[in-house]
């Protein structure tokens, strides 16, 4: 029944009332969608719309009123009626005032449970169980261990369980705990009980029903609410560069002169969060808490400053629960504004109030996590505000292709499109979760004093959520938690807790799923402020900022786990735990696509276009556009625009192969090895017989994850990294799509085979063997981009067809910027103040290349650099036949390196002690000479050149930062043609 007045007509009379008290209009869609067939109470019903979309209210309006039908029908069953399982304590106790009204109105009693909850609270729980209770997943579990075989009793009225946020659970381990727990409820009810999911991010609501009751026992009722549709977003995205500038002596203090250029992007960040949110209530998500404890840091600064009252608090999980629901009271209060600088922590449906603005400092990291936050906004019937801040590196002649990409930028970029179009990241649901499964062995042996192997294996596995651990493996599980001791067998075969598993069940930290830091309290002045995880020491007498403060430790209390604070002028956030969002594959392809096209958003800023025009000049630059393997120094890099997961599985599959690899953001960098060789191997790989996944994860060193990893067995091990880690289908056609894009990623050897007659391919220009001569060139740069960088220094030397010297040529040029690195080229801006402009003596430099074949070590950066020269001069460059003599070293010795030194030293070749372009030039003849003569010996024609063009000669260009041939000799050429 989705008409809203038929709805409101099947819903109890008391709840009727609460409703017109509220002054609704009428039920929202999703409202009326729910009434019946939750009333039913013969189906699974999952609720998907937007935060603030009234989903809590879709499911407690028509649940209520079924209680409050029945109550007044006879008696009902004592116990517990409805379970509210939600993540969050903050939600819990937020979700706690707003139904105590409606629940009051029906005659129900609320309860909470988690850890803030006092003793007194969980009494009235164990010695009356009714109405409603509100839990946390690790609360429950600790419910069903402590109340063990009393739980039928309090759970014996239960009607209904409300799972919220269920996004945040599909995937993970504490979602298989939730499953597990769900399972374990009806076990002790002996009854299916309907179960109501609520989210505003499921990707597929045929994965979230199968996470909600993997048996599929009850039919499931699908919900998508319409009212989340916004007329109107207002969004913009700001870039701003981490370096250039520094501290604005009108508002910085005498502490900023030690203020690392880091932190400049981030102060003038803050700057413009405090000059466009002061006045209103907003949410500025910073992502990580250190990041939250430094912007709030800067805000209360800039506040006192302008003196001003701050409107800026910090609010994570690590603050007290004091500080964190201040906040929550602030930004509920209308009459006063204030903005949370936050994590996650305000991501979820806590009840708020309306924010005017959302801002995100940096990429959310995914796009469910930007919905989420963006439904923080817009919520007065006015349009939705998101404001983005990015930061990226300055460029310069060292910044590694990564970084040249601005992939920072493009990442946002990607997920705000994405979230336009209503796409989330689908969830990893192929986990075996041994970790958790190993706790649930535990909870359920706790709770019952005892368990049988068969009995275990039915409730957790066969009938359970654990369906991918068939008999055998967890046979194997058992008989490796007992060699532990951590189970142990009686003489009549119950399973029951081990002198280690004793240990872990009465542990504090059993009844969570993950894994937590041991942390100190922060105490000042015999308040708590919250806590910080002590993984890294904290001094006496050392500086932090927490809770929007600065402060000196006074002393630490190692045995109280207490840290005594005093405030200070001075600090820095502490060091906190926690990894960065996993990028979903559908984020790097979207990525891409954004690379390949020109159109620039029109929210973006003028250094956010910039950055996305960098980016892009980048990425034709490197010619990403039609090949993934980029050279860079000595190691290679790959471009699979892949999602972690996969990324992480062509790590593992290289590391395998000998490869050392590691993930840089987009790119997966591949040391010791060269471009070809890489692409040789990625086409083998391509045209192979994919692996199982456990034959990968074999080759893993470090396969623990999970907080109970560390009792597996390698064997279990294995099979849980494969299946929470590898996405060994979507590798492989990865690595096809690769090779079907790549003209890199071929077949063969090209660095063998017999030679081929010397021949140009340039019209108009012969090249006749042993009567064309040569030209060898070498170049000095400002920096490693043709397009941003000048050359500052050429030679040219002229050798006959025999490689007998003419005549050289050399000059300085000025670039008309600045020389780039002296330390390296010798080359000051003295040394050019008088020297000619490129322009002035390109007649010279096309007259002494004229009729030769040009020669240079690492021949594709000389050339793009002289292509580029001409093009800046409005004249196209010839395409003169090049030979490289770093592909000609790799041809006759492509096992040992073939840097320009290298080769020297091996081909006894004296080079000198000066570094200059003539030297260099000079020491390409001698290789030249020497492999003509090595040819001529053996009765060989002579090389085939290839001309290069500008396309050709920056595909080919390598992406070190080199400004010499010492860096670029770092670097891996285009292929020899011999």
């Not at 294995?718 to 299946?723: E, G, M, N, R, V």
Request: glycine share 8%.
């Amino acid at each position: 029944m989705s008409d809203p007045a038929a709805a409101f007509d099947r819903l109890h009379r008391r709840v009727q009332t609460w409703i017109w008290e509220q002054k609704w209009q009428q039920l929202r869609t999703a409202q009326a969608q729910a009434v019946d067939p939750i009333l039913a109470a013969n189906t699974d019903v999952i609720i998907s719309a937007a935060t603030a979309s009234g989903k809590t209210e879709a499911a407690w309006l028509p649940i209520l009123s079924a209680l409050a039908s029945a109550a007044e029908t006879g008696p009902v069953p004592a116990g517990i009626k409805a379970l509210y399982i939600s993540p969050l304590k903050a939600l819990i106790n937020d979700q706690y005032e707003r139904l105590s009204s409606l629940a009051e109105h029906v005659e129900v009693p609320v309860h909470r449970r988690h850890g803030d909850v006092t003793g007194a609270a969980r009494k009235t729980l164990r010695e009356a169980p009714d109405g409603l209770l509100l839990i946390t997943p690790e609360s429950l579990e600790a419910l069903l261990i402590t109340q063990g075989t009393r739980i039928p009793v309090l759970l014996h009225g239960l009607q209904y369980i409300v799972v919220d946020e269920l996004h945040s659970f599909i995937g993970t381990e504490r979602g298989a705990q939730l499953q597990s727990l769900l399972h374990r409820v009806e076990l002790a009810v002996r009854r299916k009980v309907p179960r109501i999911g609520l989210s505003a991010t499921l990707s597929d609501l045929s994965v979230a029903a199968d996470f909600l009751r993997p048996d599929r026992a009850l039919p499931v009722h699908l919900i998508g609410g319409t009212d989340d549709d916004r007329a109107e977003l207002r969004m913009q995205l700001r870039g701003y560069l981490t370096t250039g500038t520094g501290p604005d002596p009108e508002t910085s203090s005498p502490e900023d002169e030690e203020e690392t250029e880091s932190d400049i992007d981030k102060r003038a960040i803050a700057e413009h969060l405090f000059r466009n949110l002061r006045g209103r209530d907003n949410l500025v998500f910073a992502n990580s808490r250190a990041n939250v404890e430094t912007y709030a840091d800067l805000l209360q600064e800039i506040s006192e400053h302008n003196r001003v009252t701050n409107e800026f608090f910090p609010h994570h999980g690590n603050l007290s629960k004091e500080f964190r629901e201040d906040v929550e009271s602030r930004l509920r209060r209308t009459e006063t504004p204030a903005t949370a600088i936050c994590t996650s922590t305000l991501e979820m449906g806590i009840d708020i109030g309306s924010a005017d603005t959302v801002a995100q400092i940096g990429s959310p990291g995914s796009v469910s996590a930007l919905r989420q936050r963006l439904g923080r906004s817009g919520r007065r019937n006015g349009p939705a505000t998101l404001r983005l801040y990015v930061s990226e590196q300055p460029l310069h002649e060292r910044t590694p292709p990564v970084d040249q990409l601005r992939t920072g930028t493009f990442e946002t970029l990607a997920i705000v499109e994405l979230l336009l179009e209503k796409w989330y990241e689908p969830p990893n649901t192929s986990g075996l979760h041994l970790s958790t499964l190993i706790q649930q062995i535990l909870s359920v042996i706790a709770q019952h004093g005892g368990a049988q192997a068969t009995e275990l294996f039915s409730a957790l596995c066969q009938v359970g959520p654990f369906r991918h651990v068939d008999q055998g493996m967890f046979i194997q599980l058992l008989r490796t938690l007992g060699s532990k001791e951590i189970l142990t067998q009686a003489s009549d075969g119950t399973l029951l807790p081990g002198r280690i598993g004793e240990r872990l069940v009465n542990h504090y930290s059993f009844y969570s799923a993950f894994q937590t830091a041991e942390e100190y309290r922060l105490v000042a002045s015999g308040r708590t402020l919250g806590s910080i995880p002590i993984d890294h020491p904290v001094l006496e007498g050392s500086l932090l900022i927490f809770a929007g403060r600065r402060w000196r430790v006074l002393d630490v209390d190692l045995a109280g786990k207490v840290i005594n604070l005093a405030k200070a002028a001075g600090g820095k956030p502490p060091a906190f735990t926690g990894a960065g969002a996993q990028i979903a594959d559908g984020i790097r392809r979207r990525m891409h696509r954004l690379y390949e096209n020109d159109t620039i958003p029109a929210y973006l800023d003028h250094n956010g276009r910039l950055f996305a025009s960098q980016g892009r000049e980048s990425y034709k630059r490197l010619s990403l556009h039609h090949r993934a393997i980029l050279p860079w120094g000595d190691d290679t890099l790959l471009f699979p625009w892949a999602g972690d997961r996969i990324m992480n599985t062509l790590q593992v599959l290289l590391s395998s192969e000998g490869i050392a690899a590691s993930q840089d953001g987009v790119a997966l960098n591949c040391r010791k090895i060269s471009p070809a060789e890489l692409a040789d191997l990625l086409h083998q790989l391509a045209a192979s017989e994919r692996p199982h996944p456990t034959e990968l994860a074999q080759t893993v060193l470090v396969k623990t994850q999970d907080k109970h990893d560390v009792q597996l067995d390698d064997d279990l091990l294995t099979h849980s990294y494969a299946a929470s880690s590898l996405d060994v289908p979507g590798a492989w056609s990865t690595l096809q799509r690769l090779a079907q894009i790549d003209p890199n990623i071929h077949s063969g050897d090209t660095r063998t085979g017999p030679a081929k007659p010397l021949r140009s391919s340039s019209p108009g220009l012969p090249v006749v063997p042993g009567k064309t001569p040569f030209a060898v060139i070498d170049v000095e740069t400002t920096g490693f981009s043709p397009h941003m960088h000048r050359v500052v220094e050429i030679a040219i030397i002229r050798l006959d067809a025999q490689g007998v010297r003419e005549g050289s040529w050399t000059t300085l040029i000025n670039p008309y910027q600045p020389t780039g690195p002296t330390h390296i080229h010798g080359i000051t801006s003295a040394d050019i103040a008088d020297a000619p402009g490129f322009a002035d003596v390109l007649n010279e430099i096309a007259a002494q290349l004229s009729g030769a074949v040009v020669v240079a070590h690492n021949a594709a950066f000389d050339l793009s650099f002289l292509t580029a020269e001409f093009e800046r001069a409005g004249i196209s460059a010839p395409a003169w036949p090049v030979l490289c003599t770093m592909e000609l070293s790799r041809y006759f010795q492509p096992d040992v390196p073939a840097t320009l030194a290298a080769v020297c030293q091996r081909l006894d070749i004296d080079t000198g002690n000066a570094h200059t372009a003539l030297a260099d030039a000079a020491a390409a003849v001698g290789i030249l000479r020497t492999y003509l003569q090595q040819r001529v010996e053996e009765n060989q024609h002579v090389f085939e050149p290839k001309p290069i063009t500008i396309p050709n000669a920056w595909s080919a260009a390598r992406g070190t930062g080199g400004l010499s041939h010492r860096m670029k000799a770092r670097g891996s050429p285009p292929r020899i043609h011999s």
